[in-house]
């Protein structure tokens, strides 16, 4: 059985009569409980709290290799797990942002080809910052709509100073970090 065939035998949310399997389940929830943790007692940096919990879902996409119903479910879940920690006035908006920025990471690992040199792949950097910039262009958009309802003029000077402030650096952190442990957790989960 070829190595392709073995991850859609073995995807995380199969269609049909198959099972879910309870290791993929349980890295997908060690990866959100890490990232949860990490943002409950991470300060602000320069008034910027990482949203570690984008960073683990990423990872758990990168490794599983789920299809795109279990990327989303992962994404809900995350989705989920970031509302508790939301300072945003609508924290449900996460429960929107996360699953779409979830499918955006699934969609570049499933169908872009992989890139690396000498075999160290840079999949990981590029899928964690197309589904982190995805997340939060959503969620602060989704925000400023709802929450502030701004003139248009005033929410264009809010949301760019929000983009170039929180979502910038939160998706060069979450990509330099999935950069940094994809390797060593996939060797680590035998993947």
Do not use: H
């Not at 290791?23 to 570690?52: D, E, S, W």
């Not at 990509?175 to 680590?188: D, E, G, R, S, T």
Request: proline share 7%.
């Amino acid at each position: 059985m070829s190595n392709t065939q073995s991850i859609e035998t073995d995807s995380f949310i199969s269609t049909g009569s198959k099972m879910v399997r309870s290791k993929q389940l349980a890295v997908v929830a060690v990866l959100l409980a890490i990232g949860a943790v990490l943002r409950a007692v991470t300060p602000p940096i320069a008034g910027i709290t990482p949203n570690f919990v984008i960073a683990m879902y990423c990872l758990a996409i990168l490794l599983l290799r789920p299809n795109i119903g279990g990327a989303l479910g992962i994404g809900l879940v995350g989705g989920a797990v970031a509302m508790i920690f939301s300072k945003s006035p609508i924290p449900y908006l996460n429960l929107i942002s996360e699953p779409a920025g979830a499918l955006a990471c699934a969609l570049i690992v499933s169908y872009l080809p992989e890139f690396s040199v000498k075999n160290y792949s840079f999949k990981p950097i590029l899928a964690a910052a197309i589904g982190t910039l995805v997340s939060g262009l959503l969620y602060i958009t989704l925000n400023f709509k709802f929450a502030l309802n701004l003139p248009p003029e005033k929410m264009m000077v809010a949301w760019n100073a929000a983009f170039i402030t929180v979502v910038i650096p939160v998706t060069a952190i979450n990509a330099v970090l999935n950069q940094i442990f994809y390797a060593p957790a996939k060797k680590f989960l035998k993947i």
